[in-house]
């Protein structure tokens, strides 16, 4: 080009090809150098993840407060611990096939280990034989497997369902006839609170446990089946639920005044019932504290700091007597 001697390039000439050429393969450096740290950082999280422990969890359910705390419990040791968490659940705490099935989803995944509530404790499900060939550690939390070698973390229920019975008596002046409202026996947690229960009030003479109603687990009795027992057995004048879930639904349809209920599992709704005297006593499983420490105890297990053995967990008993100082304590940051 001709003019001023300055040389003007233009895209359409050979010099601004090469102009273009340049920050063609200034513009693909710079982007091979964000592809490059972009990969580093991908490679980087992918480390991170492998080295973590990844934990497959399945509950009985995920839809009550209870499950809700065991799970938050779960997720901030998890995290505390820099292990990651995969919970899964049913619906309800009677689908036991969707369990089954979601124990051996995970199994698939390649978890690390498996921690599970069993819906069914007297059954050996097929993923226990999946889990053992490859070599994936099993725990049992909040409810135990009956005549099975697998750890069990969760507190004492046939001493809760005892101490509960103790309580109860001892507000009925030890005499009079009570009741259980039981979860589903097939699970052992329900199982062994109600023949704790029985096994003290066995030794009270004046004392009859009229009937059992099972089938309850986090299930709220109706208030037509409530109508039915209070008309077939009228002098009862105390029941132990095994579930909070279920004895507040009682407590709805039955004064306090008429008929002293206790249960387990502490639950706001059920510790304010305990407060205003709905409830009369209250065995404190802490659903926050099963999920943390069964984290906890994995963590130990697949780092070769624990043996596979129980950890049954201190669950004391909640009352108008002692419920102030409890809510005090839970409320202090």
């Given at each position: 080009m001709e003019g001023n001697g300055k040389q003007t390039v233009g895209y359409g000439t050979p010099a601004g090809v090469y102009g273009f050429w340049k920050r063609g393969c200034l513009a693909a450096l710079f982007l091979a150098a964000l592809f490059f740290l972009a990969g580093c950082q991908e490679a980087e999280r992918q480390l991170e993840a492998a080295d973590k422990y990844i934990v497959g969890v399945v509950a009985k359910s995920g839809t009550s407060e209870y499950w809700m705390t065991v799970r938050r419990g779960m997720e901030v040791a998890a995290q505390e611990l820099g292990m990651e968490i995969i919970l899964l659940a049913p619906d309800s705490e009677v689908d036991e096939e969707v369990q089954?099935?979601?124990?051996?989803?995970?199994?698939?995944?390649?978890?690390?280990?498996?921690?599970?509530?069993?819906?069914?404790?007297?059954?050996?499900?097929?993923?226990?034989?999946?889990?053992?060939?490859?070599?994936?550690?099993?725990?049992?939390?909040?409810?135990?497997?009956?005549?099975?070698?697998?750890?069990?973390?969760?507190?004492?229920?046939?001493?809760?369902?005892?101490?509960?019975?103790e309580y109860l008596a001892k507000e009925l002046g030890y005499e009079g006839q009570v009741g259980i409202v039981s979860g589903d026996l097939n699970q052992m947690s329900h199982r062994q609170r109600m023949e704790g229960f029985l096994a003290y009030m066995d030794t009270q003479p004046k004392i009859q446990v009229v009937f059992t109603e099972s089938g309850y687990s986090n299930l709220r009795m109706s208030e037509k089946k409530i109508r039915r027992i209070r008309k077939e057995y009228p002098k009862v004048c105390g029941i132990m639920a095994t579930s909070a879930v279920t004895a507040m639904g009682i407590t709805q349809s039955i004064p306090s005044d008429e008929v002293k209920v206790v249960s387990i599992d502490v639950q706001d709704d059920a510790v304010r019932a305990v407060r205003d005297g709905r409830i009369c006593a209250l065995s404190a499983q802490s659903g926050y504290e099963i999920g943390y420490r069964t984290v906890q105890y994995i963590s130990r297990l697949l780092k070769g700091g624990a043996q596979a053995s129980d950890l049954v967990l201190d669950a004391g008993l909640l009352t108008r007597q002692n419920i102030e100082s409890y809510m005090e304590r839970e409320d202090t940051p």
């Open positions: 089954v099935k979601m124990a051996q989803s995970l199994l698939k995944r390649g978890v690390d280990a498996l921690a599970i509530s069993p819906i069914d404790s007297y059954h050996k499900p097929s993923y226990l034989a999946m889990a053992q060939e490859q070599g994936i550690p099993v725990v049992s939390y909040d409810t135990g497997f009956a005549d099975l070698d697998i750890p069990y973390i969760g507190i004492d229920n046939e001493k809760a369902g005892y101490e509960l019975a």
